[in-house]
Each structure stands twice: as structure tokens, then as C-alpha cells.
């Protein structure tokens, strides 16, 4: 008998579809807890990181095994590719929060200090609330419409909020749960993507130097990324083509070379088989992925935050 697989979804109850660069989801906690009668089954997502904001009522969260009690108000930080599930107390009001992957480790890399705030499932009590909600109302309002100044508001408003995250967090007296084995395999994995992409080694290069087997990296690239290691090597690698195409005056030769192509025509045509489009093409047009992506609903007379979706960008 086969055993059961754990569900991979988008955002809960949605198939698996690829995640914008820079995607941000703001959405009432009952949009999805109260159909299901406040049973969320356990479930995980590949490139997508969770702030839940609990306001009133709690439950239980069950992580990677583990299981830890919820009070509001509290904060609980979910990382992407953890397997969660939770048993919330009827009635329970709040809001979620997912960041994609991409764009959090862009945060990361410009605020180090961020690192460990996704490395594991962790539970924040929340004295005052005022901050945290005021700002979660505002960032609802800046992913609603498109005004002069969005994206560079929306990244603010959301820098904020991990900021004050942070250091809630740091304060003390939360939970946390231990990430598990393939977990931190993939996480050390990212890291070392980071220091090498340019050198484009190969996936047997980075097992080697991880002390691990090709098969063992592939097998927790696909449970906690919902990816094979190669993918996440090119995603890097296409990720800063686009940097350097979008916000640079280098030619495309030259990113190849910066890149680490030898053959810029190589790159170009490796470029558009991956974007659908050539990077001349990408560099005028800019990344369309980046604008409003998804519809919004109005607010909630119950909730602390409507259902609002976006891939924000600089081109919003």
C-alpha cells in the first residue's frame, strides 16, 4: 500500500502553480478556515511563507509532528515547505500573510538580520496589537488599488511588519518548532546556491559539498520545494538575469558573461525559453509578472484584513 501524499498546494485548497518573483497575498483567517469548519489539513507550500496574525480565539498548529497551542493575540512565522495543519477554536479571527520565497530572500540579502525569522515554525505572543494592525490594514488598502507610489509602499509597509516581527520575536517567550532534517538540508542548499550560481556547478557539485547524496538532495528538494535541485540552481541564476537586465545598463552579452555563460547567445536563447521572451524583449517591456496579478474581495465586517492578492513590482 502507498502511502498517502501530503497535499501541495498554492495557497491552501489551490492546485500548485508557479509563484511570482515578488508575490504578496494578504487574506482574512475564517476565508478558508470557516468553510472547512475550522479544520485545515495538513498541507505544505513550496515557495511560499506564512505571517499569520491571530487576534481572538486560537487553536492548535501540528508541525512537521510537532503540535503547539495558539493564544491570541499571538504571531505564528510558518516556513515555506513545513508540513502544517491546525484545529482552530470556532470563531477564530486573524489574518495571513504569504510572502513568497524569492521576495523574502531578497529581504534578506538587503537585511540579514531577517534570516532566522523563517528557519522554523514559531509562535509569538503579541502584547500590543497596534502596530501590527494599523499596518496589516494599510498594506490590505496598498495591494487594493494602483496609486502613485505602490510598490515602493507596499514594500515598506511589509519591511515594517517583519521588522516589528523581528523583534517581538527576539524579546522572547514564543514556541518554535524544530525544522526537520530535509528542511534544513534544502535551507543549506539555498545558501550555498547563493555563493555559486555564477560557477554553474552541478547538482552532484553541490550534493558533494553538502555531504549528502544526489538522491538525498533531490528527494528534499522536491518535499520541501516542491522542486528538483536543478530547478532551484536555474531559478536562481534567471532570477539575477533579470536583475541585471532590468536595473542595469549592461548589455546582454555582458550579463552573460557576468553570469557566468560563456556563450551570450546561448544565454539569450536559454533566457527565452525559460521567460518566453528574448532579454532585449524582457528589458523593454519589463517583467508584467511583477503588476497586480489576482483580484481583490471586499473587507471583512469580521476579519482583520480582505482578501488581497499581488505580485508587487516596480513597474505597478
Known sequence: MQTPAI???FLYGEAPRTVD???LHLEALEDRSRPSGWTIRAHAHANLNHVFHFTRGGGVVRAEGQSI???APCLLLMPAGVVHGFDFEPETVGSV???????LRELVRREPEFRPLFAAPAVIPVAD????LASLGRLSRELAWLAPGRAAAVEALLV???VEVLRLAQAGGGETAAPGPQALLVARFRERIEQHYRAHDEVEDYARALAVSPKQLWAACRRVAGAPPARLIQDRLLLEAKR???YTNVSVAEAAYALGFNDPAYFSRLFAKQTGRSPRDFRRGGDRRDQVSASTTPPSTRSAAPLV???WGETA
Open 160 to 162: 515594517g511588519i517583519l
Open 21 to 23: 518573483d515578488r508575490f
Open 69 to 71: 497551542r495558539l493564544q
Open 309 to 311: 492578492a499581488a505580485a
Open 97 to 103: 500573510l504569504t510572502v513568497s520565497d524569492a521576495a
Open 244 to 246: 541585471l537586465l532590468l
Open 7 to 9: 497535499p501541495n498546494f
Open 129 to 132: 496589537q497596534g502596530f501590527i
